[in-house]
Nanobody, 130 residues
Framework: LVQLVESGGGSVQAGGSLKLSCAAS????????????MGWFRQAPGREREGVAF????????AYGDSVKGRFTISRDSAKNTLHLQMNSLKPEDTAMYYC???????????????????WGQGTQVTVSS
């Protein structure tokens, strides 16, 4: 099992920035922690769950949702197994609960924004005002 703890959410004005972090611990049976897709989903009331950004812990392959490309950047500190999401040029429509997620993925694999994750954090709220 994997435990995920998010931090860094808050309230900002449109055009501002936030940096989310996710500390991961534990393991997935059959995979090392260099065989994970780690990333972020978000969900707001009245909206469908949306894949935001993901990174493969071995290949470094990244995937971004169309609505955040060019504004958000995902990265990982492998030594600490900590995930980060730098969010710039925030818009009111970015307001949502953001969830850190993990799934197993083979060595050298890729991640996709519509893949279903195995483990979820408790979420951190991001609110962007106009």
């Amino acid at each position: 099992l994997v435990q995920l703890v998010e931090s860094g959410g808050g309230s900002v004005q449109a055009g501002g920035s936030l940096k989310l972090s996710c500390a991961a611990s534990g393991s997935i049976s059959g995979y090392t922690d260099s065989e994970w897709c780690m990333g972020w989903f978000r969900q707001a009331p009245g909206r469908e769950r949306e894949g935001v950004a993901f990174i493969h812990t071995n290949s470094g392959s990244t995937a971004y949702g169309d609505s955040v490309k060019g504004r958000f950047t995902i990265s990982r500190d492998s030594a600490k197994n900590t995930l980060h999401l730098q969010m710039n040029s925030l818009k009111p429509e970015d307001t949502a609960m953001y969830y850190c997620t993990v799934r197993g993925s083979p060595w050298g694999g890729t991640c996709a924004t519509d893949d279903i994750s195995d483990f979820w954090g408790q979420g951190t709220q991001v609110t962007v005002s106009s």
